[in-house]
């Protein structure tokens, strides 16, 4: 029944493809064609590729491939994220150095997308780990310290005691090390950071510009930025003057009855009495331990030490005591707070454990929080609140802010929870920070005609294994050098980037990754960006996606760029499970890209892949059968191979019949394409496919030129998903050259007339859509549409399925 061999026909195109030029972008100014970019998030060379990126990428091509054939001039780029831990990790194990490692698995995933028959312009590949590439975060990075947006400062970081090196919050994923699990400890450091807090309402407002984005990926962005508004408020301190305290209540100001630092703040040190000074150490070695996730929870038993001094309200004089705990965090807000246990959960814990008193200022109606232990934080009126009495929270609000900011005690603000992006890692496999320490100079950033500072050769092996510093610091003759400002003996920081700062720009190198005038050629990037489409997993919310937002945003006030946006539009991809659970060596559950290929050919994966439901949703592969879809391509190649009339026939005397389903079948699948519902596309190419099979067994026959109008249709169409058998089954219609290059079938109006009824689609009785079928459509084919109708999900709402009555083509009744 197989009418070709998949493993043949792919190397034969493979190298087709490359000698013709197929995928390779076009430069020329000149060329009149549109600019698409479409931007695969670049994969992490950790040995082969797996079941998830063979989702991902057959995603991005079909998007390219669907450009390409509508005649634009398309970017599809590749590179590889090939700096991090993983290399190091693996070269300590095998004595090695992490470069032949990663080139090697580089390699590998590069061979095995070239099989995968993804249309990568590969002239535009990029490595992050070439010193011409690394050189260019190093560019970056100094202008950033020029303006201050790169800087160094002492303080608490999260160290994972199993690297040996720091994280960013964000690689800290409850208390563990994102990468190795370990229990993350927080430790004195003096580190680099990237200012991304000065452009914190940038990236809020600029979400205006992202309608093309997935809505919980810009909710997670800006849960993380954690805008509030609220007041600062200064209070007095007894004997230690003013301290101010960031309050998104300042209306509760009359009901704060104690005042609580972060315990592991330089103010708890400067004012604790010497009476309590021991208790405070004892209990900062405690908090020590616990990271930021476990200190705020409310969950967690209340803990503190009172430090033996008093602070004074500055509203009605009132003495309030000061206590160090845990839940107030040293580097949020001022690393103090006022406490008000009536209407904040925290302090009333915190109250209910060291028998402190609770006002109630705000009558909300609710139970007293004394007796019930539950905080009020809703709406109400003030009590107990001096000249507030009365107003209600948002009046109470406002009018404290004026009585502070007339009295100088205090003013209305702005918070974010979004924290500097802390970059040094000790680590050797990254970018070298491109400065040096001088002594009488300080910190010097290494001059432009200096870059790439390149990582120094022969460190391999046990020279990498974590010891707390950077390997870099062990190899002295890379690291004592001249001030290049001063001349004076001078030393380079031996501290690498985060990887994160490699995938913040990689988009704009693409466009010209030849270029040596700088980071990108600004002309190209003009041309090509902000990029059309990009595609990744939803893992990257917060990380990776605020940070390229961040860079494209300092680029352009570099007067690099004049956009401020780097992606317009953001598809995240759901994940290949298998039986209902992800893939995972301990499962057992694990499917090997490689051998799926081996056993059903790419077109067949590929197929299987996009098949089985919208690009966003999960992927059970349980319920997948690759072998179906290897059956579906040998009979659209066999009806390819059988259309017996010559290519440029005249379509028009063609069966109708015929012509008229190939035509709607093509206005379809465009629609379905442009809206990425690639699942049904396919449904509809299999009633193509049965059609045009039906026309040669039982009607006008292979030599009728409706025929001919069916497969080729169907071969263009089919393409974009299955690359390989549409090439050759192109060929045996008699045609040269790719076909990835020729035009998308337009569908004739003419030919568009009305043979269709209205299909009422019901849920438990109630009619919730009306569709446009075809009179002939099938009782399986009306379920799929049915349930696929956004108005009868929205309806069912996730709830299970029980039953399905379809009467084709005019009733379809759903059960929940
Ligand atoms: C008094 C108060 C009364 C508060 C009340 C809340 C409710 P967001 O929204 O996250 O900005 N806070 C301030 N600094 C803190 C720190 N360093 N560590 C832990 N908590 C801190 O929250 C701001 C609120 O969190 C502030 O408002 C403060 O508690 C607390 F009925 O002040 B509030
Ligand atoms: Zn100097």
């Known amino acids: 029944e197989q009418t070709y061999d998949p493993a043949a026909v792919q190397e034969k195109w493979q190298a087709r493809w490359e000698e013709l030029g197929t995928f390779v972008a076009s ?387 702005v918070n974010f929870r979004l924290r500097d992006w802390l970059l040094s890692r000790q680590r050797f496999w990254g970018t070298p920070i491109p400065i040096i320490h001088c002594p009488s100079c300080g910190e010097v950033a290494v001059p432009d005609e200096d870059l790439p500072v390149r990582l120094p050769e022969g460190v391999r092996g046990e020279a990498l294994a974590p010891k707390g510093v950077s390997p870099l610091a062990g190899v002295e003759e890379w690291v004592n050098v001249k001030c290049p400002s001063c001349g004076a003996d001078a030393k380079r920081d031996t501290d690498t980037m985060d990887t994160f700062v490699d995938s913040s720009w990689y988009f704009f190198r693409y466009t010209s990754p030849g270029y040596t005038a700088g980071p990108f050629d600004p002309e190209q990037v003009r041309r090509w960006m902000p990029a059309g489409q990009y595609i990744g997993g939803k893992e990257h919310a917060v990380m990776h996606l605020l940070y390229c937002r961040f860079f494209t945003k300092v680029i352009h006030d570099l007067g690099m760029i004049d956009f401020v946006e780097p992606f317009t539009r953001l598809l995240n991809q759901g994940q290949v499970i298998n039986q209902g659970k992800a893939m995972s060596k301990s499962l057992g559950n694990g499917v090997d890209l490689g051998k799926q290929i081996d056993e059903f050919g790419v077109d067949a994966v590929r197929l299987t892949m996009l098949f089985a439901g919208p690009p966003e949703e999960d992927i059970d592969w349980a319920d997948m059968s690759p072998a179906a879809s290897l059956k579906f391509l040998a009979r659209a190649h066999r009806i390819m191979t059988e259309v017996s009339s010559a290519p440029g026939v005249d379509f028009a005397s063609g069966d109708l019949d015929l012509r008229r389903f190939t035509h709607k079948t093509v206005a379809e699948v465009t629609k379905l394409v442009d809206g990425y519902r690639f699942n049904v596309a396919i449904a509809r190419m299999m009633e193509l496919t049965s059609a045009a099979r039906k026309a040669i067994d039982s009607g006008p026959g292979a030599g009728d030129p409706a025929v001919r109008e069916a497969a080729e249709a169907l071969a263009i169409m089919l393409s974009i998903i299955s690359p390989y058998v549409t090439e050759e089954g192109w060929e045996a219609l008699g045609h040269e050259g790719s076909i990835a290059r020729v035009q998308w079938p337009v569908a004739d109006p003419a030919l568009l007339v009305q043979d269709s009824v209205t299909c009422v689609v019901q849920v438990l009785g109630k009619v919730r859509d009306r569709l446009e079928v075809s009179p002939e459509i099938s009782a399986g084919d009306l379920e799929a549409l049915a349930l696929a109708s956004e108005k009868v999900q929205a309806d069912i709402a996730g709830r299970p399925v029980r039953k399905v009555i379809v009467k084709a083509p005019k009733i379809v009744n759903i059960v929940v």
Not at 195 to 206: E, G, P, V
């Open 27 to 413: 430069d020329d100014p000149a060329d009149p064609r549109e600019r698409r970019y479409m931007l695969d998030m670049f994969p992490y060379p950790s040995g082969d590729l797996h079941m998830g990126h063979g989702e991902v990428f057959a995603i991005g091509d079909v998007v390219a491939r669907y450009w390409f054939h509508q005649g634009h001039n398309v970017l599809h780029p590749i590179g590889w994220d090939s700096f991090g831990l993983p290399a190091e990790n693996a070269a300590i194990k095998r004595n090695a150095h992490p470069a032949e490692w990663t080139y090697a698995n580089i390699e590998t995933q590069a061979n095995s997308f070239r099989r995968y028959g993804i249309s990568f312009d590969w002239t535009r590949r990029l490595h992050t780990s070439d010193p011409d590439y690394y050189k260019w975060n190093q560019w970056l990075f100094t202008r950033f310290f020029e303006r201050g947006l790169a800087y160094r400062k002492g303080g608490l970081v999260n160290w994972c005691p199993n690297d040996q090196t720091v994280l960013a919050n964000e690689q800290v994923v409850a208390g563990q090390c994102e990468r190795c699990g370990a229990v993350v400890i927080r430790r004195e450091l003096t580190q680099w950071y990237f200012k991304i807090t000065d452009y914190a309402q940038r990236l809020l407002d600029d979400m205006d510009q992202l309608s093309g984005w997935p809505e919980p990926i810009l909710t997670m962005q800006r849960n993380w930025i954690g805008r509030s508004e609220g007041a600062d408020v200064t209070f007095e301190i007894e004997g230690h003057g003013a301290v101010t305290v960031y309050t998104t209540r300042p209306d509760t100001l009359y009901g704060a009855t104690f005042f609580v630092v972060a315990a592991d703040a330089a103010l708890a040190d400067r004012i604790v009495t010497d009476e309590r000074r021991p208790a405070l150490e004892a209990y900062k070695a405690e908090v020590a331990k616990l990271t930021d996730i476990d200190r705020l929870s409310t969950e967690k038993e209340k803990t503190g030490v009172f430090l033996g001094v008093h602070a004074v309200n500055p509203v009605n004089g009132e003495r309030i005591p000061v206590w160090a705990a845990d839940y107030v965090l040293a580097d949020y807000g001022h690393g103090a707070i006022m406490a008000v246990p009536a209407h904040d959960q925290r302090d009333l814990d915190f109250a209910k454990t060291f028998d402190l008193p609770v006002r109630v200022v705000l009558e909300t109606g609710a139970a007293d929080p004394a007796e019930t232990g539950t905080a009020t934080p809703g709406e109400g009126r003030l009590i107990n609140s001096g000249p507030l009495d009365g107003l209600s929270k948002t009046e109470a609000i406002s009018k404290i802010i004026e009585v502070l900011e007339e009295k100088d005690l205090g003013h209305g603000t």
